[in-house]
Structures are given as C-alpha cells and as structure tokens.
C-alpha cells in the first residue's frame, strides 16, 4: 500500500497480548512484517496476523520465527539472524529493517535487540511501545531517544471488534427485542431509584421472582406491575396474553421476556451510563457497546463486560451494579479490573458504577489501589456520582468525573 514505507521490515516480538503489537505495528505501517513466536504465543501470533491484514492490506507480506525456548538467549537470535538476513524472502532483503520489542519474554527483547545491534541495525529503528501512566501520554520510544505520542501518529485503527479479534473472543451485540425499554423507561427507574435507593433491590429481587417461572406464560398471572413500584413505564404490565400473541414463536417470546427482566433488575442502570457518555460528544468520536456478551474457544466460556467504550487508541471497560454493599461491589470492582487488563493491557481503563455510598466507595478505592498498584487503577464511581451525571428533579448536569476519566 502506497502509505507503508517502502520495502521496510518491521520485527516484532509476538506477547501473550497482542494488542500492543498491533498498535505498534498500524503505527509504523512498514511494507513487511515478521513475527517473531513461541509455542505459547502461537495461537495469538495467527489472531495478530489476521487483524493486521485487515488493517493494513491483505497484501501486506507476514513472515514467521518460531523461538524453541523463550528463555533462551540462543534460539531467540538465531530466529531474529534469521530474519535479519533475508531469509527465504522471494523479495529478497528489505532496503530498511526495523525492531519493536514490546512484546515476548524479557529475554526475548534483550537478545532481538543485541541481535539487531550486532546486524549494525540503527538505534532510530529500535523501539518499543510505552503504554504510558499517570501524567504521561502512550508514545513509541526509540533507542535514540526519539519519541512520538501514539495519538501523532496519522492513523491506529482500533475497535471492539479488533480487540476482542486479538483475543480469540467472539461478540454477540445486545440487539433490543421489540417492544424494548425507551430511554424515558431508563430515566424513570434511576430518577426513582435515587429518590429511594433500596427500590434497586427491590427491582433486583423481583427479577429473580419472574425469572423463576422460566416460560413466559407461566408468569401471565402474576405479572410485573409498574405501578406497585410507584413506576410508570412503556409496559407497565408485563408479560399479558396480549403481549405473548404478538411474538411470532416461543423462543421470542423467552428472549423479550428476559430483556425485560434483565433490565428492570439491574440493566437499566448500563444503559444509562451508556446514554451518559454519548452525551458526552468526546473526540476522537467513541466507540460505546452495551452488553459486551462475549465467549472464548468451542466451549465458549463466558466473557461479560457491561459498557465498552473505544476511542482513538484507548479502551474502557465498565461494571455496573445496582448493589451498594461492599462485599458485591468489590466483588465487580475486581473482576472488572483483571478483565480490563486482560483485553487491553496498561492501555485499557475500568470503572465500577455502583449505588455504593460515599465512604463505601473511598473504602473499595483504597482496596483496589492497595491491591493494583498501577497507574491506571480502577475507579470507582457510587451513588454521589450518579446523582451528579442525572438530571433527576430538574437539576442541572455535572459529567466531569465521567468526562475527566474518559479522557485519561
């Protein structure tokens, strides 16, 4: 492609996340690239070469190098010689070589980057990706102390779908089930819901309660009720015959059902946050997912994230729960943080969104920080926060948490 430098060959050292990789590589745009792997980064080395194919050009040229023993100093130069040599490249040598060592084992980088000095590679071609901290911007470093900010760069396309690609995970989107919850729904529950927080247990448990009939029909009789929670909502009674009839078969009907459940036991509270940062009109222009129901491998083991947000080259994982007790949201708040790390490395960011009080929420702040010790620790966002983001009672907005973290 015409915006790749010309016969350049970027090696880079496949990690267990290929995220930074990939970043890496959009940033660069060389001509050719070589992956450098192991046995344990085999699989993710085959995810990598798919998604920079699609970002780059299916013509884009991919070379490989598998390292026997990662720990080894001796196999990983022998991989990178190879490389830097020419190999069996039909091509022939590239006119330029460049290194990236952000990924693979520490004994990896040490011995690529020795192996390239000693191939008299360039110190302006070695670099790394610096996913960047507190007060400091992701940049790619070079070894002759060069840097430029990852955001400088004319184009790093990322999504969520990339993302989750990278990590052999498989997304199916939340698509509403006609007639699904209206915003006014969202906002009458969280508006009753901060005049009287025990109500979102209250909604939780009758959840549980309608769920527990397992066919839609067998609830007919004892329906959600609206007004019994002083609620006025698009459906007010639900599920009616009436309702049921209009569903061509029974598994549509099970699955507007649940939508329903779900959402007046804890969903509505997603959907706000979401409705909260598109408000916002960020730029560069986000990305926002509700309900990432994701699974990995043929036994698709489950991978749930409430909101998702991507923007420019940064990701932001959210929980939301509608429990204030400590124990549940410290629970979220680490599951939250482990998987935000998973899928985006140290550039990712997450959130807890709970109903959780003043002190609750310094408590889980301190226990996260205590546990995480890194620059981007999870935040935790309770209930003095919602009421700050709502507009319930005619009050007037105040996203700048929200807005502030978004843009860290």
């Not at 420019?312 to 979220?332: M, Q």
Request: glycine residues 8%; hydrophobic residues 35%; charged residues 25%.
């Amino acid at each position: 492609m015409s915006e790749h430098r010309d016969t350049t060959l970027l090696i880079l050292l496949v990690g267990s996340n290929p995220l930074p990789n990939y970043l890496s590589a959009c940033a660069l745009r060389p001509s050719r690239i070589a992956l450098v792997y192991t046995e344990e980064t085999k699989d993710a080395k085959e995810r990598l070469k798919t998604q920079l194919r699609r970002a780059l050009g299916e013509d884009l040229g991919i070379a490989e190098s598998f390292v026997e023993d990662a720990t080894c100093a001796t196999t990983v130069r022998r991989a990178v010689d190879a490389l830097l040599s020419g190999g069996e490249d039909p091509r022939g040598p590239p006119n330029e070589v460049l290194l990236n060592y952000t990924g693979g084992t520490k004994v990896m980088a040490t011995h690529a980057r020795i192996a390239f000095l000693k191939s008299h590679g360039k110190p302006e071609n070695a670099s790394y990706l610096d996913e960047g901290g507190k007060n400091r911007q992701p940049q790619v470093r070079f070894d002759d102390g060069r840097r430029q900010l990852l955001s400088e760069y004319s184009h790093v396309p990322l999504d969520l779908r990339t993302i989750l690609s990278l990590h052999g995970i498989q997304h199916t989107p939340r698509e509403p089930k006609e007639p699904a919850p209206t915003p006014e729904d969202t906002r009458e529950i969280l508006c009753k819901v901060l005049e009287d927080v025990p109500m979102a247990a209250a909604l939780y448990c009758e959840r549980g309660r309608l769920e527990e009939y397992n066919n839609p029909k067998n609830v007919v009789a004892a329906p959600f009720r609206a007004e019994r929670y002083g609620l006025t909502l698009s459906q007010h009674l639900f599920p009616t015959d009436e309702q049921l009839s209009r569903l061509a078969n029974g598994e549509k009907r099970r699955s507007w059902f649940k939508q329903w459940c779900k959402f007046i036991g804890g969903e509505w509270l997603e959907d706000w946050v979401g409705m909260q940062i598109r408000a916002l009109t960020l730029e560069p222009t986000a990305e926002i997912t509700i309900g990432v129901n994701a699974y990995r491998g043929p036994e698709k083991v489950q991978l749930e994230v409430d909101v998702g947000v991507v923007r420019g080259y940064r990701s932001y994982f959210i929980s939301c729960t509608t429990a204030s007790t400590k124990d549940i949201c410290k629970g979220k708040l680490f599951e939250i943080a482990v998987r935000s790390r998973q899928l985006g490395g140290d550039l990712a960011r997450a959130a807890l969104v709970c109903l959780a009080s003043d002190d609750t929420v310094s408590a889980l702040q301190a226990d996260i920080d205590d546990v995480w010790g890194a620059s981007n620790t999870t935040t935790v966002f309770g209930l003095s926060e919602i009421r700050g983001w709502s507009d319930c009672g005619g009050k007037v907005r105040d996203r700048h948490s929200l807005k502030t973290w978004l843009e860290s």
